[in-house]
């Protein structure tokens, strides 16, 4: 362990300097157990490896800008004083013959020590990125830097020793011009290494990679811009990459989430892409947005929090900021359960829970907001919210539930995109869950103790709700009528209210 045990007693930030082949880049996370947030990001794109190829020396103008960016880095890590801070270098540094002097330089003109990452290391902490934001990953990483590209294997929760190779952008670039037939014949020697990480899956890390999806997106016309978890067929990268290899400088600068320094390595990342679908048989893509960074913050995490669901963890931290009740979130995950069993659109049992629980945790979330935008405010916040761990389907099916817990219409705030994401079963339950929250906060005034008084529970067609002697006139009155009738309706049955033994 590196200085983060006992990270669940309280939120504590954690500084990442992470000195690549292309950026240098300071993150500041805020850790509140398994819930991880990003707080602050700079990154500057010093090209450090852009020499490498031809010199075996760090680009002398990268150096200057990298000495500066490090600098105020160090001042910025001065002034927050976080827990603990990482600070690592990786393929330029690592294979440059001037590597060693640069770290000394950076030790003496910024007090920062820097671990340089083995290509083994590069591989393992990014895929130990991966994982910690997608926890049920399978299949081979790839994490594209500006020189070196690493490949491992996550299987069962765990991370198989990995290959770091010469295919980033600097490591390509052609003194006699970029070239795509002779680029990929260099990128199909590099790649014969990679035989042995064959998969239907890969799972990509890097900003060309995000760079590529951003594109893809754009193409599309897909609605939700959010890079992590964005999956894409095999075939419909394949012609993206392709488009994007044919375009010139001036043609890329102008295609959204294209930067202009990124359109210059752009071009050689799509083709190392397009040789990755064929070395490996690869059947669909996904993008990660966590990678070398998030491995080596995931590492040092304590094992509580290692066993805790990222989604639940950050649904919970997210909720709670805006909650009344730490217990409310419990007490209605027991309470809906045996409602959800009959609920239309049930896939896989395990993730439904999951989805379950992580919309009891947000079921506070619009208690402080302002009640005339409250529904749209919410919808919006879970859609794009940067907690990991979630399809972007899944996105879709938490802002449709809490949607509904908080009144609002079947056809959401945002209904094209609900309608691109989600099937009309999934978004029948999603409402369906939704509408049950509502129904048990409202009969409670959000008060678990009250809600113990009270049942809930679906029988031959008719969903009965009940309260024990003594509590059906405070609980079952008019509004909670109303809330079970609406819910009722959304499930296609009958109702019968009234007192008794039901209650749970």
């Given at each position: 362990m590196t200085g983060l045990e006992d990270s669940t007693t309280a939120p504590r930030d954690i500084a990442v300097i992470d000195i690549g082949s292309n950026s240098v880049r300071l993150v500041l996370y805020r850790l509140e157990g398994r819930a991880i947030w990003t707080v602050f990001n700079e990154k500057v794109l010093a090209g450090l490896g852009r020499d490498l190829a031809t010199t075996g020396r760090l680009s002398e103008d990268g150096v200057t800008s990298a000495l500066a960016a490090?600098?105020?880095?160090?001042?910025?890590?001065?002034?927050?004083?976080?827990?603990?801070?990482?600070?690592?270098?990786?393929?330029?540094?690592?294979?440059?013959?001037?590597?060693?002097?640069?770290?000394?330089?950076?030790a003496a003109e910024t007090g920062l020590n820097v671990r340089v990452l083995t290509g083994?290391?590069?591989?393992?902490?990014?895929?130990?990125?991966?994982?910690?934001?997608?926890?049920?990953?399978?299949?081979?990483?790839?994490?594209?830097?500006?020189?070196?590209?690493?490949?491992?294997?996550?299987?069962?929760?765990?991370?198989?020793?990995?290959?770091t190779l010469p295919l980033g952008p600097f490591s390509l670039i052609d003194p006699k011009g970029f070239d795509a037939g002779r680029l990929r014949d260099t990128i199909g020697r590099r790649l014969k290494a990679a035989g042995d990480y064959r998969s239907d899956h890969l799972l990509a890390v890097g900003g060309a990679w995000r760079s590529i999806a951003q594109v893809h997106m754009a193409l599309i016309d897909y609605p939700?811009?959010?890079?992590?978890?964005?999956?894409?067929?095999?075939?419909?990268?394949?012609?993206?990459?392709?488009?994007?290899?044919?375009?010139?400088?001036?043609?890329?600068?102008?295609?959204?989430?294209?930067?202009?320094?990124?359109?210059?390595?752009?071009?050689?990342?799509?083709?190392?892409?397009?040789?990755?679908?064929?070395?490996?048989?690869?059947?669909?893509?996904?993008?990660?947005?966590?990678?070398?960074?998030?491995?080596?913050?995931?590492?040092?995490?304590?094992?509580?929090?290692?066993?805790?669901?990222?989604?639940l963890a950050g649904c919970l931290a997210l909720g709670a900021r805006q909650g009344i009740s730490p217990?409310?979130?419990?007490?209605?995950?027991?309470?809906?359960?045996?409602?959800?069993?009959?609920?239309p659109g049930s896939g896989d049992p395990t993730?439904?829970?999951?989805?379950?629980?992580?919309?009891?945790?947000?079921a506070d979330l619009g208690a402080r907001l302002h009640p005339d935008h409250r529904t749209e405010l919410v919808f919006d916040q879970i859609l794009r919210a940067p907690i990991p761990g979630q399809t972007h389907a899944e996105r879709a099916f938490l802002a449709c539930a809490l949607n509904a817990r908080y009144g609002g219409s079947a056809t959401t705030p945002q209904p094209a995109t609900?309608?691109?994401?989600?099937?009309?079963?999934?978004?029948?339950?999603?409402?369906?869950?939704?509408?049950?929250i509502r129904l048990a906060c409202d009969l409670s005034g959000r008060s678990p103790q009250l809600l113990a008084n009270a049942g809930a529970a679906v029988d031959k067609g008719v969903?009965?709700?009940?309260?024990?002697?003594?509590?059906?006139?405070?609980?079952?009155?008019?509004?909670t009528r109303?809330?079970?009738?609406?819910?009722?309706?959304?499930?296609?049955?009958?109702?019968?209210?009234?007192?008794?033994?039901?209650?749970?």
């Open positions: 490090l600098k105020r880095f160090a001042a910025v890590i001065e002034g927050v004083r976080p827990a603990h801070t990482f600070i690592a270098a990786t393929a330029a540094v690592r294979d440059a013959e001037d590597g060693p002097d640069f770290c000394g330089r950076i083994a290391e590069e591989a393992h902490f990014s895929a130990l990125g991966v994982l910690a934001g997608i926890p049920d990953a399978e299949g081979v990483t790839a994490d594209m830097g500006g020189a070196s590209l690493e490949l491992a294997r996550i299987a069962n929760g765990e991370v198989s020793p990995g290959i939700l811009h959010i890079v992590h978890q964005y999956e894409i067929s095999a075939p419909a990268i394949r012609d993206t990459v392709r488009l994007i290899a044919r375009q010139s400088r001036s043609s890329l600068d102008k295609m959204p989430g294209v930067s202009k320094k990124r359109a210059e390595t752009l071009p050689y990342a799509a083709l190392v892409l397009e040789g990755l679908i064929d070395r490996l048989e690869l059947k669909r893509i996904t993008m990660s947005a966590w990678g070398v960074r998030e491995g080596l913050l995931f590492e040092a995490l304590d094992d509580e929090s290692l066993a805790t669901d990222p989604l217990t409310l979130p419990g007490a209605l995950n027991a309470w809906i359960g045996r409602l959800l069993d009959a609920a993730r439904d829970a999951v989805l379950t629980a992580a919309a009891c945790n947000l609900v309608a691109r994401l989600l099937t009309d079963e999934q978004r029948l339950r999603a409402r369906t869950l939704g509408l049950a969903l009965k709700l009940t309260a024990l002697d003594g509590y059906a006139d405070v609980l079952l009155g008019e509004q109303r809330r079970a009738r609406a819910l009722a309706d959304a499930m296609g049955l009958k109702l019968d209210i009234g007192r008794g033994a039901g209650a749970s």
